[in-house]
């Protein structure tokens, strides 16, 4: 019996969200007309601080899983495209409402719209981001989807507020941290994912199969994210690596690193975070500590855990172009930090 080889540029080719681009090209070209059409407004501030962040750069992932997972299991309607919006601008009006919360001053590699236009105009510009997006939902006319992706936006904004009560806070614990990003983050992969199958009139089976995919996948992603800004570029993070530490943001390679530390180290993790002082010398120490724990290798390995099981979510269906590329996003999310 013979045996196949894998052609070697297979065997290497880097893990891509690339299938999935093309994939979703064609419909991704529809949402990215309807996301100009409805950031439009009388009131010139409002398309213009939209604008700025939309047209940043990013890779709008949570959207292209909308438009596949819908593809996944045939449909063949328009409305689709009306959530993959509204799941982009959930997420434009959650960057905004975050840039002012965390005083960030760098986005994927530019200003905030905060440092141009100020922090009260980012936050009703991501207002109205967010009435658009309950427009095009009802305008879907589908009630399971307007409630995933409602409750969604109520678990965000709860994950927001949770953030703040836990940030510069050296006693918050790792379920503590997950819970902020499983709200945070994660409830908007799973939304994204999960209203697709509804439209398409899939099994509840198979519409849980996407929402397990998407939590999953987003628990993933922000862990990933978290351990970039300690062990990443400003290009992979598309922010200022070091910000959390600066911002006092506890994520998980801290709360590692804290817990495995000295009488000493827990003491400058607690003026640091606590006290604010955290200047270039103080992230150069956070950065030594967080290699000396292993905490970076935990906090990845915990993301491919997590992604072990959003690719155990789509096991049981049918293979498919789209549950190859939706696979394979699950390998691109972590090897950004690999």
Excluded at 63 to 83: C, D, I, K, N, Q
Excluded at 263 to 284: H, I, Q, T, V, Y
Aim: charged share 25%; aromatic share 6%; with cysteine.
């Amino acid at each position: 019996m013979g045996v196949v080889v894998p052609l070697e540029e297979e065997v290497n080719r880097p893990a891509s969200i690339g299938p999935l681009v093309e994939l979703t090209g064609p419909d991704m070209e529809r949402v990215n007309r309807m996301i100009l059409d409805r950031a439009g407004s009388d009131v010139e501030m409002i398309p213009e601080v939209a604008n700025h962040l939309i047209s940043s750069g990013g890779k709008r992932l949570r959207p292209m899983l909308t438009l596949a997972s819908a593809a996944m299991f045939g449909y063949g309607g328009e409305h689709h495209v009306r959530l993959a919006t509204s799941v982009e601008f959930m997420h434009t009006a959650t960057l905004l409402h975050d840039d002012v919360v965390d005083e960030s001053d760098l986005r994927r590699g530019r200003s905030t719209a905060r440092t141009v236009w100020g922090n009260q105009a980012s936050v009703l510009v991501g207002d109205f981001l967010l009435g658009q997006a309950f427009r095009m939902m009802v305008d879907a006319g589908s009630m399971d989807a307007l409630g995933v992706l409602s409750n969604a936006a109520a678990v965000i904004a709860e994950g927001e507020v949770l953030q703040l009560s836990v940030a510069k806070n050296m006693e918050t614990t790792e379920d503590d941290y997950l819970a902020v990003i499983r709200a945070k983050t994660a409830a908007l992969f799973s939304a994204a994912a999960e209203v697709g199958p509804i439209i398409a009139g899939a099994s509840r089976a198979e519409r849980n199969a996407l929402k397990s995919y998407g939590i999953n996948l987003g628990l993933a992603f922000q862990l990933v994210d978290d351990a970039l800004d300690y062990g990443g570029s400003q290009q992979d993070l598309g922010k200022n690596t070091g910000d959390d530490f600066r911002e006092g943001k506890i994520t998980l390679p801290i709360v590692l690193a804290y817990r495995r530390g000295s009488e000493d180290e827990r003491a400058f993790w607690k003026s640091a975070m606590e006290d604010g002082l955290n200047d270039e010398a103080a992230l150069e120490r956070a950065n030594a500590l967080i290699a000396r724990h292993d905490s970076l290798a935990d906090t990845i390995a915990r993301a491919r855990h997590y992604g072990d099981i959003a690719r155990d979510a789509l096991a049981p269906l049918p293979g498919s172009d789209y549950k190859s590329a939706m696979l394979e996003v699950i390998d691109f999310c972590i090897a950004r930090v690999t």
